[in-house]
């Protein structure tokens, strides 16, 4: 344990694992996305990509950098970023480590929401929103079905279970209803993808986190109180029904808006808080790791997707195929364990 | 009269419909050893939960300080009163010293996480809880008796003058509940605090509390101090238990002993 005391006003504790995690992450995606912004066909070093980012480029590596290739990376950072953070408190939330916006319906509430513009027909602007309102109905649905009369984690992941099962069923009529031309068009939305997305795409989300991040933060002492039982945070002065309207909306906001950025990229949600546990071994909620490994895992998925494998594809299908694969090691190791 | 910073006066409690307690009125003494006791749901635990608002009573009001409690902000009551509930749980891999650290939560600020203060008072509550030897431990390894009085010194942690314990020897064996025991009264002897425990175990409680308050179908049938009111009638009365009470031979206080109608597989008449 590292304390920092700060003449008697400002004081506080850190694991050094958690300090070491987090600054690796930060240098570790530091050096992605240098990496990724000179990646391309108009290829840069890292030395000319620093130079253009301090305002020292021509025109042309200016263009190329801010409006081309820096709001794709920004956007990643973002998405990840959201979906790390609003992963480890819905884990936190329903304490439980499938309680990810994959699993409760969230991701598919927002694909509901997209798939009814591209069936009307309808701007980029207009899905993005329609994706983001479509996460937050869900929220609402979820709460007004399993969260007034005082929630119980189980019973929430039940509900989101048969909510995310209802909006598949849902997705899937939509899907057969439209033109074909807007089917693919919905299907590369469904997977998630960063492809050309510029800043106006970034924008909501990163307002949203600009205010949700200190929020949700300021929230975090409070939050570990609640791993001792509800009965226990509430002996130590924490108002518990407040704290879960207050996470549960925040949580719901960036994952929606995420979702309206990228689509719904799958897994980063379900296993940063994991990852983020696992490496900085605190004991219980940890969201700032979480946070800082869901923007790597997404940022270097989206990197690998483009370049290091064949047909340029969509991160979605990466981070799917990769935040599967370690769940289904994760479980097998865990059960090996004992502690799953 | 002695004084008394927490009562209920008029209580009606329950949970959505079902009425567990009508028109209840109880007083917790200043610096007492308080035990509620009763049969199993005769709703001392709901009292309890009420006491340390947990459960808003539907009627009435939780006097703290002559404040109704639901008035006051979770965290300032959580300075004056501190609670153990009967099943609190432990994260997956967090140290001792670190849990008992969780009881200085209502002391803390945004800025202010972990000051001096903090520090020293988490050391001297293991100290007096005796598992400051254990404070590298993980809580998952120890035994339940030793993980019952790291509970209690995050509760001591909190530096409330009034502790409430819902059953603090539940699935506990008999040598750990008298551990137990013997800790809440020296910390309420030695540190002068307001106890309250809800016990299961009559004995336990006639020999531990200072006052005690007897329930049976969410009334209180009677408070006192236990040599003045535990007597075999008021034990019929409670539990429906034919007894005879006698003198402790350890301590002088009363002891229940109840009447014989099985004897080694013969009933007696």
Request: hydrophobic share 50%; with cysteine; net charge positive.
């Given at each position: 344990?590292?304390?920092?005391?700060?003449?008697?006003?400002?004081?506080?504790?850190?694991?050094?694992?958690?300090?070491?995690?987090?600054?690796?992450?930060?240098?570790?995606?530091?050096?992605?996305?240098?990496?990724?912004?000179?990646?391309?066909?108009?290829?840069?070093?890292?030395?000319?990509?620093?130079?253009?980012?301090?305002?020292?480029?021509?025109?042309?590596?200016?263009?190329?950098?801010?409006?081309?290739?820096?709001?794709?990376?920004?956007?990643?950072?973002?998405?990840?970023?959201?979906?790390?953070?609003?992963?480890?408190?819905?884990?936190?939330?329903?304490?439980?480590?499938?309680?990810?916006?994959?699993?409760?319906?969230?991701?598919?509430?927002?694909?509901?929401?997209?798939?009814?513009?591209?069936?009307?027909?309808?701007?980029?602007?207009?899905?993005?929103?329609?994706?983001?309102?479509?996460?937050?109905?869900?929220?609402?649905?979820?709460?007004?079905?399993?969260?007034?009369?005082?929630?119980?984690?189980?019973?929430?992941?039940?509900?989101?279970?048969?909510?995310?099962?209802?909006?598949?069923?849902?997705?899937?009529?939509?899907?057969?209803?439209?033109?074909?031309?807007?089917?693919?068009?919905?299907?590369?939305?469904?997977?998630?993808?960063?492809?050309?997305?510029?800043?106006?795409?970034?924008?909501?989300?990163?307002?949203?986190?600009?205010?949700?991040?200190?929020?949700?933060?300021?929230?975090?002492?409070?939050?570990?109180?609640?791993?001792?039982?509800?009965?226990?945070?509430?002996?130590?002065?924490?108002?518990?029904?407040?704290?879960?309207?207050?996470?549960?909306?925040?949580?719901?906001?960036?994952?929606?808006?995420?979702?309206?950025?990228?689509?719904?990229?799958?897994?980063?949600?379900?296993?940063?808080?994991?990852?983020?546990?696992?490496?900085?071994?605190?004991?219980?909620?940890?969201?700032?790791?979480?946070?800082?490994?869901?923007?790597?895992?997404?940022?270097?998925?989206?990197?690998?997707?483009?370049?290091?494998?064949?047909?340029?594809?969509?991160?979605?299908?990466?981070?799917?195929?990769?935040?599967?694969g370690y769940l289904v090691w994760l479980l097998a190791t865990e059960r090996r364990a004992g502690r799953l | 009269m002695s004084t008394s910073r927490l009562g209920g006066d008029g209580l009606r409690l329950a949970y959505d419909r079902r009425v567990v307690a009508q028109n209840l009125t109880v007083a917790v003494p200043d610096n007492s050893f308080t035990v509620i006791i009763g049969p199993n749901a005769c709703g001392k635990s709901t009292l309890l939960r009420a006491l340390s608002r947990l459960l808003k009573p539907a009627a009435g009001a939780v006097l703290l300080d002559g404040t109704n409690i639901h008035r006051l902000a979770a965290r300032s009551v959580a300075r004056t009163l501190g609670l153990l509930p009967q099943s609190p749980t432990a994260p997956d891999g967090i140290a001792v010293a670190e849990l008992v650290a969780r009881g200085r939560y209502p002391h803390q600020g945004l800025l202010r996480q972990w000051s001096p203060d903090d520090e020293r008072i988490v050391a001297e509550s293991m100290a007096a809880t005796g598992v400051d030897d254990l404070a590298d431990r993980l809580v998952d390894e120890l035994s339940g008796g030793q993980r019952q009085r790291v509970w209690l010194a995050m509760a001591l942690a909190q530096q409330t003058p009034l502790l409430l314990l819902d059953e603090p020897t539940t699935y506990l064996d008999i040598a750990h509940q008298i551990e137990v025991l013997d800790l809440c009264a020296r910390l309420h002897e030695e540190q002068g605090r307001t106890l309250v425990a809800v016990l299961h175990d009559l004995n336990h409680a006639a020999r531990y509390a200072t006052h005690l308050i007897a329930m049976r179908g969410g009334r209180v049938v009677a408070a006192g101090e236990p040599r003045r009111i535990v007597t075999a009638e008021l034990v019929e009365e409670v539990f429906g238990l034919p007894c005879r009470v006698i003198d402790d031979p350890e301590t002088g206080t009363p002891l229940v002993i109840p009447a014989a109608r099985v004897r080694a597989g013969t009933v007696v008449r």
């Amino acid at each position: 344990m590292i304390v920092i005391r700060v003449r008697g006003r400002l004081s506080g504790r850190l694991h050094p694992r958690v300090l070491a995690v987090g600054t690796a992450c930060v240098l570790l995606t530091t050096g992605v996305g240098v990496l990724a912004i000179g990646h391309g066909d108009y290829p840069m070093s890292p030395a000319d990509v620093l130079r253009t980012l301090t305002g020292g480029g021509t025109a042309a590596e200016e263009f190329i950098v801010t409006q081309l290739r820096l709001p794709r990376l920004v956007t990643g950072l973002a998405v990840g970023t959201a979906l790390g953070l609003a992963g480890a408190v819905f884990q936190a939330l329903v304490r439980n480590p499938l309680g990810s916006p994959d699993m409760l319906g969230f991701t598919q509430g927002a694909a509901t929401g997209a798939l009814v513009v591209v069936a009307v027909g309808g701007s980029s602007a207009a899905l993005s929103g329609s994706a983001a309102l479509g996460g937050v109905m869900t929220g609402l649905l979820i709460y007004l079905v399993a969260w007034r009369r005082g929630v119980h984690g189980y019973r929430l992941v039940l509900v989101g279970i048969g909510t995310s099962a209802i909006l598949t069923g849902v997705n899937g009529y939509l899907l057969t209803r439209v033109p074909l031309m807007s089917a693919s068009r919905a299907m590369l939305w469904l997977t998630g993808s960063l492809d050309g997305r510029g800043w106006s795409d970034a924008a909501p989300l990163l307002t949203a986190l600009a205010v949700l991040v200190p929020t949700l933060l300021a929230c975090a002492p409070a939050l570990r109180m609640t791993e001792l039982g509800d009965d226990a945070a509430s002996g130590l002065g924490v108002d518990v029904h407040r704290l879960r309207m207050l996470l549960l909306t925040g949580a719901v906001l960036l994952v929606a808006l995420s979702a309206a950025a990228a689509g719904p990229v799958p897994f980063v949600a379900l296993t940063a808080p994991h990852l983020a546990r696992r490496l900085t071994r605190a004991p219980g909620v940890t969201l700032l790791p979480a946070a800082a490994i869901g923007a790597l895992i997404t940022v270097a998925a989206d990197q690998l997707a483009l370049h290091a494998l064949p047909g340029q594809l969509p991160v979605g299908v990466v981070t799917g195929v990769i935040g599967g694969g370690y769940l289904v090691w994760l479980l097998a190791t865990e059960r090996r364990a004992g502690r799953l | 009269m002695s004084t008394s910073r927490l009562g209920g006066d008029g209580l009606r409690l329950a949970y959505d419909r079902r009425v567990v307690a009508q028109n209840l009125t109880v007083a917790v003494p200043d610096n007492s050893f308080t035990v509620i006791i009763g049969p199993n749901a005769c709703g001392k635990s709901t009292l309890l939960r009420a006491l340390s608002r947990l459960l808003k009573p539907a009627a009435g009001a939780v006097l703290l300080d002559g404040t109704n409690i639901h008035r006051l902000a979770a965290r300032s009551v959580a300075r004056t009163l501190g609670l153990l509930p009967q099943s609190p749980t432990a994260p997956d891999g967090i140290a001792v010293a670190e849990l008992v650290a969780r009881g200085r939560y209502p002391h803390q600020g945004l800025l202010r996480q972990w000051s001096p203060d903090d520090e020293r008072i988490v050391a001297e509550s293991m100290a007096a809880t005796g598992v400051d030897d254990l404070a590298d431990r993980l809580v998952d390894e120890l035994s339940g008796g030793q993980r019952q009085r790291v509970w209690l010194a995050m509760a001591l942690a909190q530096q409330t003058p009034l502790l409430l314990l819902d059953e603090p020897t539940t699935y506990l064996d008999i040598a750990h509940q008298i551990e137990v025991l013997d800790l809440c009264a020296r910390l309420h002897e030695e540190q002068g605090r307001t106890l309250v425990a809800v016990l299961h175990d009559l004995n336990h409680a006639a020999r531990y509390a200072t006052h005690l308050i007897a329930m049976r179908g969410g009334r209180v049938v009677a408070a006192g101090e236990p040599r003045r009111i535990v007597t075999a009638e008021l034990v019929e009365e409670v539990f429906g238990l034919p007894c005879r009470v006698i003198d402790d031979p350890e301590t002088g206080t009363p002891l229940v002993i109840p009447a014989a109608r099985v004897r080694a597989g013969t009933v007696v008449r």
